[in-house]
């Protein structure tokens, strides 16, 4: 497994998969161009070809290509080797000087069979939660902060203080803008930014309960809101699904009064949990499904929520594979490619499910034992994720996105 690092990247909405690792790609190729060329044609396959407009893909790699001139190609017909695969080639008088192929593998981690220099190392000599526990058991270690600090750089923890800040700063900002979010004038995705407002409805709620769930949404549309409209988040494991886990931190943090500290801390148990199923499965929606962005945010959303509320490593566990369970199949059907629909309340619904998770961790966890392990439901998402058609998988070609092609807009 990877440092917490590179699950928790600080980088440019709206997808990482789509954005954040063809920008990683581009900067890399970059790199490779020696002399003058006439142009950088960057040509998009699979699902980067199907949603990478929506996506924002094109702007990612011409942005970073810059002042290099870029040809865009969003090729939806060749099988490619990956569904997020991309290939960059430097032209000059039509010949073609230097080509590379990369694949983007989910929260902007991207490798390559011909740039090697992007592949990022493991660092943790574990695979699956089975063998961290039983590390943990074995040393008499005090929980998973103290686990992957055995591993981790010592910079790591200013890293997490500096990515907590980074997600409540686009969070708070989330909280005062009421802009459309940039969709081309497509009529179907006029979307006014809503945070604010159910922030501001979330005040006038009597019941406790529901004020609660107002204020988790709230938090978790005004981060992805901001990702959707092309700012920068951070990855938590994606920037699709970046609102979930800042949702619930934000809530302990600023709603119940916890400490910045103990709330940073809660990071290293979500990232473990999210590490955990990037290795074993997979955090890309054109791999895996939705299940596999906004399921592992709302399992690493909920496992924080356990720590951060002093349960034990078996109720940990059952919170974050609670809330894995029960998004297994969700479909990845992004609305005409963009991440709007269902993307954005899709999120608020991710963090509603950490806090139930949490709940049920803490009230029906004593009372019957879990049978299934984080294991075994990472183990079903992979398999459920792989029986998954690509309609499903970020291609904007199933699902909604089919159904809602066909439906005039008003
Ligand atoms: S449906 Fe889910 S996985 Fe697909 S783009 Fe939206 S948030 Fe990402």
């Known amino acids: 497994m990877k440092s917490l690092e590179k699950l928790f990247r600080y980088g440019l909405g ?42 924002g893909s094109d702007l990612a790699v011409i942005d970073a290509l810059y002042p290099y001139k870029t040809e865009v190609v969003f090729d939806t017909k060749t099988d490619a080797p990956h569904p997020l695969y991309l290939s960059f080639e430097a032209m000059k008088g039509g010949v073609s000087l230097i080509k590379r192929h990369y694949a983007s593998l989910g929260g902007g981690e991207i490798t390559s069979e011909d740039d090697p220099s992007v592949i990022e190392k493991d ?21 998973i902060k103290e686990f992957c600090l055995l591993y981790e750089d010592p910079s790591i923890d200013d890293y997490l203080s500096n990515a907590l800040k980074m997600m409540f700063s686009s969070l708070e900002h989330g909280l005062t803008v009421d802009s459309y979010i940039p969709a081309n004038d497509n009529p179907r995705l006029h979307w006014k930014r809503c945070a604010k ?21 709230a938090y978790a549309y005004a981060v992805v809101e ?57 955090i890309a929606g054109a791999i895996g499904g939705c299940q596999a962005e906004i399921g592992t945010a709302s399992s690493m959303a909920a496992a924080a929520l356990a720590e951060l ?20 199949g969700l479909s990845c059907d992004p609305v005409d490619g963009y991440v709007i629909i269902p993307c954005i309340e899709r999120n608020g619904m991710g963090a509603l499910r950490a806090y139930d998770s949490y709940l049920y961790a803490k009230f029906i966890a004593p009372i019957r034992h879990n049978q299934v392990s984080f ?10 994720g792989d029986s998954l058609a690509s309609a499903y998988k970020e291609t904007a070609e199933g699902g909604l996105a089919e159904i809602l092609k066909e439906k005039k807009t008003k």
């Open 309 to 328: 509320n002093g349960l034990s490593l078996y109720q940990i566990e059952y919170a974050s594979e609670c809330a894995m369970e029960h998004f297994l």
């Open 375 to 384: 294991d075994d439901v990472v183990a079903a998402m992979k398999l459920t």
């Open 14 to 55: 709206p997808s990482s998969s789509h954005t954040i690792a063809p920008s990683i790609a581009a900067r890399s190729f970059k790199k490779l161009i020696k002399g003058d060329i006439d142009k950088v044609v960057v040509t998009f396959y699979g699902s980067l070809g199907l949603t990478g407009h929506g996506h």
């Open 197 to 217: 407002s159910i922030y501001e409805n979330a005040f006038t709620i009597k019941d406790e309960g529901a004020k609660r769930e107002m204020l988790l949404s």
């Open 226 to 282: 901001s990702s959707s409209s092309r700012e920068h988040v951070v990855t938590s494991p994606t920037c699709g699904s970046s609102g979930v886990l800042p949702s619930v931190l934000y809530y302990c943090y600023h709603d119940l009064g916890m400490p910045f500290e103990k709330v940073k801390d809660a990071l290293y148990t979500a990232g473990i949990f999210g590490n955990i199923v990037k290795q074993n499965a997979s």
């Open 123 to 143: 660092i943790y000599p574990y695979h699956n939660l089975n063998e961290i526990k039983a590390k943990i058991n074995d040393e008499h270690l005090s929980g």
